[in-house]
Antibody
Framework: QITLKESGPTLVKPTQTLTLTCSFSGFSLTATGVAVGWIRQPPGKALEWLALIFWDDDKWYSPPLRSRVTVTKGTSKNQVVLTMTNMNPVDTATYYC??????????WGQGILVTVSS | QSVLSQPPSASGTPGQRVTISCSGSSSNIGSNSVSWYQHLPGTAPKLLIYSDNLRRSGVPDRFSGSKSGTSASLAISGLQSEDEADYYCATWDDSLNGLFGGGTKLTVL
């Protein structure tokens, strides 16, 4: 059974760096073809893809956010970390991590609402 | 504004068939598979359809997907009250960027 869960701060100040951790079970990020993605949803708006990290450490980033977003494997083998610099109120959103399988996100975490406010 | 265009809303009465469209271009839908997600507020999005028209295991056969050229559609037949949710199409573009549609809010009248 695949499960994922996001953790991190729920409130950050403008210009600060956001660090979120995705803890997962039921699969290994060392297995060929496996990847974990990050997607966010601002309140009342659509889903937005942010980044993807593959089993072989290949990484894909959303072009508009490429300069601000970094995704890495965590110190624990069952974790992925998303870092987003220079946070702005427009980055207020629910952030999800998800298991990627041949082009689709088939399992998602519950999401974490991150508010950017001074 | 999303690269993939969806109608912001759709509605139907119980038992009806509704269709949600998703319009893209040759560099995204035209050359890559389309997925459909169901999202109820406060919950995690759920994958319904992948590879244009394949239903994920456990998804009722009332849900079906199709694609033609640079457009895709999600059809829901025998509409039920529990189908009231937001629906998103998704695909990748030729530059390996993930794309979601703007979402369609389905109301069951």
């Amino acid at each position: 059974q695949i499960t994922l869960k996001e953790s991190g701060p729920t409130l950050v100040k403008p210009t600060q760096t956001l660090t979120l951790t995705c803890s997962f079970s039921g699969f290994s990020l060392t297995a060929t073809g496996v990847a974990v993605g990050w997607i966010r949803q601002p309140p009342g708006k659509a889903l937005e893809w942010l980044a993807l990290i593959f089993w072989d450490d290949d990484k894909w980033y959303s072009p508009p956010l490429r300069s601000r977003v970094t995704v890495t494997k965590g110190t624990s083998k069952n974790q992925v970390v998303l870092t987003m610099t220079n946070m702005n109120p427009v980055d207020t959103a629910t952030y999800y991590c998800a298991h990627y399988h041949f082009g689709d996100f088939d399992f998602w975490g519950q999401g974490i609402l991150v508010t950017v406010s001074s | 504004q999303s690269v993939l265009s969806q109608p912001p809303s759709a509605s139907g009465t119980p038992g009806q068939r509704v269709t949600i469209s998703c319009s893209g271009s040759s560099s995204n839908i035209g050359s890559n598979s389309v997925s459909w997600y169901q999202h109820l507020p406060g919950t995690a999005p759920k994958l319904l359809i992948y590879s244009d028209n394949l239903r994920r295991s456990g998804v009722p056969d009332r849900f079906s997907g199709s694609k033609s050229g640079t457009s895709a559609s999600l059809a829901i037949s025998g509409l039920q009250s529990e189908d009231e949710a937001d629906y998103y199409c998704a695909t990748w573009d030729d530059s390996l960027n993930g794309l979601f549609g703007g979402g369609t809010k389905l109301t069951v009248l």
